[in-house]
């Protein structure tokens, strides 16, 4: 069984796949090309693609018959494969739910903090020599504790945020998601996205990326938005119409934006640059040594079960 992993990966992680497996690790940090996955398909039998290789339609109509029987996918988001395509090509998919889950919510209470509270505008203030000193009515943000937010998507990661926001800040918590949810403290399911949106201090959204939730965030809903909130994002840019959150930012009708991920990631457009009412990182979200060893094993542990004909523990 020939594999192939898409990116290095932590040194435990890479350790582990040399002495279980025949593995072939990409060097590159950047996403496949087309002329790989193609090559992929052809001369591997698992694949373990990441963000942004794009196995679409095409490339899958490209390799009707392909060698590789399973995509193991590193990280819970795989909106980059065409699921369908690839089960019609007789390649199965996994992904790595979980693992993810608090380091993202942690992320997205960094942003939250860091746009309610201005602290870019303010590091980036201190670093420039400006700062004239303390006083009363410098850099005013938004108090966080005790306020309202929405989480759009109360999945793993919505559920963490929620749960910080609620026991850690005291907030009120309301949530849009396909189905109800239980859970042991206080969120009201909102049955509509704009109305909630009207009603919240900061907006998170966590729903998957895909075709489903393209520009939920769209111009209606920014408008919808009170003047002194934020909007949070840590799930897939596309999920946020970028060009009508740059309007909503430069003429006011938002106080803030926090992003992990951009619509045309890595492309930041530089009218989001020169704000400075929105933090921006460079998607942080599962960010750490520990956190990118449990995504590995988890993903090595689909091709394991691949490998000794088990059933695989996070088919999509
Ligand atoms: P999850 O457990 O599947 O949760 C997704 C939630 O979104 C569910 O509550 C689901 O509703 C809801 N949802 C899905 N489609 C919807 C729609 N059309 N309208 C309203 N709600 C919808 O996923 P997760 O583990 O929390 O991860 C969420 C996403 O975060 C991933 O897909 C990934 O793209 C992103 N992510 C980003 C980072 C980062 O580094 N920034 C890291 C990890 C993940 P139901 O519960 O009713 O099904």
């Known amino acids: ?68 029987k399973l995509l193991a996918n590193f990280g819970v988001g795989y909106n980059h494969i065409d699921v369908g395509a690839a089960m019609a090509a007789g390649v199965e998919v996994t992904n790595t739910p979980g693992a993810v889950t608090d380091a993202t919510a942690d ?11 201005r602290a870019g505008e303010g590091e980036r203030l201190v670093r420039s020599g400006q700062w004239q000193g303390w006083h009363p009515t410098q850099m005013l943000g938004l108090h966080l504790s005790g306020k309202h937010v929405g989480v759009v998507g109360m999945g793993r990661i919505g559920q963490a945020i929620a749960r910080r926001c609620h026991f850690g800040f005291g907030m009120q918590v309301s949530y849009i998601a396909r189905s109800a949810k239980q859970l042991d403290f206080e969120a009201h399911h909102a049955g509509d996205l704009s109305k909630m949106a009207a009603e919240v201090d900061v907006l998170v959204v966590a729903v998957p990326g895909g075709a489903e939730t393209h520009h939920l965030i769209d111009a209606g ?13 840590i ?21 803030g934006a926090g992003l992990d991920v951009y619509e045309f990631e890595p492309k930041v457009p530089q009218a989001l640059m020169d704000l400075d009412n929105v933090t921006l990182l460079p998607h942080l979200g599962t960010a750490t040594e520990e956190v990118r060893s449990n995504m590995g094993h988890m993903a090595l542990d689909n091709v394991a079960a691949f490998v000794a004909g088990q059933a695989l523990p996070n088919s999509v």
């Open 107 to 117: 992320i997205a209470m960094t942003l939250m903090l860091m746009s309610a509270r």
């Open 1 to 68: 069984m020939r594999v192939l992993i898409a990116r290095p990966m932590t040194a435990e992680v890479e350790a582990r796949a040399r002495s279980e497996f025949d593995v072939e690790i990409r060097t590159n940090t950047s996403v496949m090309s087309r002329a790989e996955m193609l090559r992929a398909l052809v001369e591997f039998d698992v694949v373990v693609p990441t963000l942004g290789d794009a196995f679409d339609a095409g490339v899958f109509s490209q390799v009707p018959e392909p060698r590789c």
């Open 221 to 233: 809903i920014l408008a919808a938005m009170k003047h002194s909130s934020h909007l949070i994002n």
């Open 235 to 255: 799930a897939r840019g596309e999920v946020v119409d970028e060009t009508a959150l740059i309007a909503a930012l430069q003429t006011g009708q938002i106080a």
